[in-house]
C-alpha cells in the first residue's frame, strides 16, 4: 500500500531536523522490524545540515548506526576529494561524526576514469549487498531514500530528456546531462520505486514554481522526473520549507 503525504517547516533549519527525526524514526523501526536500516542519500546542498544533525545533534545519540548501511542515490563523476562530489560533502558532515562503521558506508568511485564503469562498479557493490529477497529480474527494497529536487524537476541524478529516465532493467547506471556537460551516477527508478519510504527534502524558494507545478497544476501528470517518483509498496513523504511551499495552497 503506498501513501503520499507532505509536511511544509517555516525554514530550513526546521526542515533539517524533522527529516533527521524522520531518518531516526526509519531506522529504529527498521532495525526493531529486520534488524538493518539501509539508507540511500541525496546529494546536493539541502540535505547538508541533517547530515549534519544526524551526526552531532544529542537528539540522535541513540541512532542505530551500527545497524545501518549508508549508499548513494546519485554521485557526480568526479573523485571523492572534488568540490562536486556528493560524498565530499556526506563526508564533511555526517561521517564527521565517526559514528558510522566505515565498512557501512558505501559510496560510488566516481574516481574512475569513465562513467560507465562507476556505474557498473557501483551496481556490482549494491547487488553484492542486496542479495537477499531479491527475485530475478527484481530490485533492492532500501528502507529509505533521501531525494532532492531540482528546479528543473529533476531527482536523484535523473533529469528531464536524459536517457536513465527510460531505464528498466538496470539499478545503476551513467547519465549524461547536457546543461552540465558532464555524467552522474545514478539509482533508476524500478530501484526509487521500490523503496519502502521516500523523502523528498525540498528547501529554497528558487524550487516553488517547480513544486507548484509539480503537486497542484500537473499533479497527475509524469511531466517531470519527480512525479515518476511512485513506490509501488511505500511512502512517499515530502519535506518542504515555506519558502519552496509558498505557492501551494495552505491547505498544504
Ligand atoms: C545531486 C542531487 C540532486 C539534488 C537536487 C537538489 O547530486 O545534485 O542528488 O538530485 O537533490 O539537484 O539540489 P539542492 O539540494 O542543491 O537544491
Same mark, same amino acid.
Given at each position: 500500500?503506498?501513501?503520499?503525504?507532505?509536511?511544509?517547516?517555516?525554514?530550513?533549519?526546521? =526542515?533539517?531536523? !524533522?527529516?533527521?527525526?524522520?531518518?531516526?524514526?526509519?531506522?529504529?523501526?527498521?532495525?526493531?522490524?529486520?534488524?538493518?536500516?539501509? =539508507?540511500?542519500? &541525496?546529494?546536493?546542498?539541502? @540535505?547538508?545540515?541533517?547530515?549534519?544533525?544526524?551526526?552531532?545533534? @544529542?537528539?540522535?545519540?541513540?541512532?542505530?548506526?551500527?545497524?545501518?548501511? =549508508?549508499?548513494?542515490g546519485d554521485?557526480?563523476?568526479?573523485?571523492?576529494?572534488?568540490?562536486?562530489?556528493? $560524498?565530499?560533502?556526506?563526508?564533511?558532515?555526517?561521517?564527521?561524526?565517526?559514528?558510522?562503521? &566505515?565498512?557501512?558506508?558505501?559510496?560510488?568511485?566516481?574516481?574512475?576514469?569513465?562513467?560507465?564503469?562507476?556505474a =557498473?562498479? $557501483?551496481d556490482?557493490?549494491?547487488?553484492?549487498?542486496?542479495?537477499?529477497?531479491?527475485?530475478?529480474?527484481?530490485f @533492492?527494497?532500501?528502507?529509505?531514500?533521501?531525494?532532492?529536487?531540482?528546479?528543473?524537476?529533476?531527482?536523484a541524478s535523473l533529469?528531464?530528456?536524459?536517457?536513465a529516465l527510460e531505464e528498466k532493467e538496470r539499478w545503476v547506471v551513467?547519465n549524461?546531462?547536457?546543461?552540465?556537460?558532464? &555524467?552522474?551516477?545514478t539509482f533508476t527508478f524500478p530501484v526509487l520505486n521500490t523503496?519502502?519510504?521516500?523523502?523528498?527534502?525540498?528547501?529554497?524558494?528558487?524550487?516553488?514554481?517547480?513544486?507548484?507545478?509539480?503537486?497542484?497544476?500537473?499533479?497527475?501528470?509524469?511531466?517531470?522526473?519527480?512525479?515518476?517518483?511512485?513506490?509501488?509498496?511505500?511512502?512517499?513523504?515530502?519535506?518542504?520549507?515555506?519558502? !519552496?511551499?509558498?505557492?501551494?495552497?495552505?491547505?498544504?
Amino acid at each position: 500500500m503506498s501513501q503520499e503525504s507532505r509536511q511544509v517547516y517555516p525554514d530550513a533549519d526546521a =526542515l533539517a531536523m !524533522a527529516g533527521a527525526v524522520e531518518v531516526a524514526r526509519l531506522a529504529r523501526q527498521s532495525v526493531a522490524e529486520h534488524g538493518i536500516f539501509t =539508507l540511500a542519500l &541525496a546529494g546536493g546542498s539541502t @540535505p547538508r545540515k541533517l547530515y549534519t544533525l544526524l551526526g552531532t545533534d @544529542p537528539t540522535f545519540r541513540d541512532f542505530p548506526w551500527e545497524h545501518t548501511h =549508508l549508499f548513494f542515490g546519485d554521485e557526480r563523476h568526479v573523485p571523492p576529494t572534488h568540490i562536486d562530489s556528493n $560524498y565530499l560533502m556526506v563526508s564533511s558532515t555526517l561521517l564527521a561524526s565517526k559514528l558510522v562503521p &566505515a565498512a557501512h558506508v558505501h559510496r560510488v568511485r566516481a574516481e574512475l576514469p569513465d562513467a560507465n564503469m562507476s556505474a =557498473l562498479d $557501483y551496481d556490482v557493490e549494491v547487488h553484492s549487498f542486496f542479495t537477499e529477497g531479491i527475485r530475478s529480474g527484481g530490485f @533492492p527494497r532500501f528502507d529509505a531514500i533521501l531525494l532532492g529536487m531540482g528546479p528543473d524537476g529533476h531527482t536523484a541524478s535523473l533529469f528531464p530528456d536524459s536517457k536513465a529516465l527510460e531505464e528498466k532493467e538496470r539499478w545503476v547506471v551513467a547519465n549524461w546531462v547536457e546543461k552540465f556537460k558532464s &555524467a552522474r551516477i545514478t539509482f533508476t527508478f524500478p530501484v526509487l520505486n521500490t523503496a519502502r519510504t521516500i523523502l523528498l527534502l525540498v528547501a529554497g524558494a528558487d524550487k516553488a514554481d517547480m513544486l507548484h507545478s509539480v503537486l497542484v497544476a500537473n499533479r497527475n501528470a509524469e511531466i517531470y522526473p519527480v512525479q515518476r517518483v511512485r513506490p509501488m509498496d511505500g511512502d512517499k513523504i515530502w519535506l518542504l520549507d515555506r519558502a !519552496a511551499a509558498a505557492r501551494l495552497p495552505r491547505t498544504y
